[in-house]
């Protein structure tokens, strides 16, 4: 299991980020005082993480998320472009079509791996990582995508309470799809009420624009509690890289 700091019951402490297999401390701050999130894990399933004792806990009441132009689930076109992720050793991802040939994925759910692969149809290719920054968990996989129609990213930063949608493969099974609103960028993340878990890292965070479906953020991570020797997961709590970030990032490179 992670670090965190040691508690007994439910108290407010720092988010921490679930690596791979190795905890490194994470610069946010804490979500809410009565949402008294203690960890941030991250959302790419290892062997390890796997096994790690966590349990739901009920769902916060939201606001629906309303319609917004002609947007109100993803489509197949828009969901053909979240494809699964995974490494030779063990780790288990998502990522997003980004341009022709070009897998946008989580820097934490490939590091440490050789060898790397994305499934498109009913299976997995071998593909090469051609750019990776660690330090906005952010990296690139070249691999064929076929006529996967690749996913624009959103222009602006989003409005308060905007409806979202978190799309990954959570623990490596079927494809997911949550509905959320924006809630607030903190330490450069966006917080959102998206629900999401292990495996979906490198997902997918949609939004409207126009009625077309953009990416407003690549999923990160999910927000936890520790009680006892158990994790307990935040339902309705994302955390995702910002459209801004991975901009910069894609146009550096």
């Known amino acids: 299991m992670p670090s965190a700091t040691s508690t007994t019951g439910v108290t407010a402490c720092l988010l921490a980020l679930w690596v791979a297999v190795m905890p490194v401390a994470y610069a946010v701050e804490p979500i809410e005082p009565a949402a008294a999130a203690t960890t941030y894990i991250d959302a790419a399933m290892t062997r390890s993480a796997e096994r790690a004792q966590t349990r739901p806990r009920a769902a916060a009441a939201i606001a ?28 288990h991802a998502s990522g997003v079509v980004v ?33 990776v920054d660690h330090d906005s968990d952010l990296a690139v996989l070249a691999v064929d995508t076929g006529d996967i129609r690749p996913l624009s990213l959103a222009p ?45 890292s490198g997902g997918g965070l949609l939004s409207c624009l126009r009625g077309e479906y953009v990416v407003a953020g690549m999923l990160r991570g999910y927000g936890a509690y520790r009680s006892g020797e158990q994790f307990v997961k935040l339902d309705n709590h994302s955390v995702s890289v910002a459209a801004d970030t991975i901009r910069h990032f894609l146009a550096v490179r």
């Open 64 to 91: 629906a998320p309303v319609r917004t132009g002609r947007c109100s689930k993803p489509g197949a076109a828009t969901l053909a472009a979240v494809l699964p992720v995974a490494t030779d050793h063990g780790s």
């Open 99 to 131: 341009d022709h040939g070009r897998v946008l994925t989580a820097a934490h759910a490939v590091q440490g791996a050789s060898r790397f692969f994305v499934r498109t149809g009913h299976q997995f290719l071998q593909a090469d990582l051609v750019s």
């Open 156 to 200: 602006g930063a989003l409005g308060a309470s905007e409806p979202v949608w978190a799309v990954g493969f959570p623990r490596a099974r079927e494809l997911a799809t949550s509905s959320g609103v924006f809630q607030r960028v903190a330490g450069g993340a966006v917080h959102t009420s998206a629900s999401i878990d292990s495996g979906q």
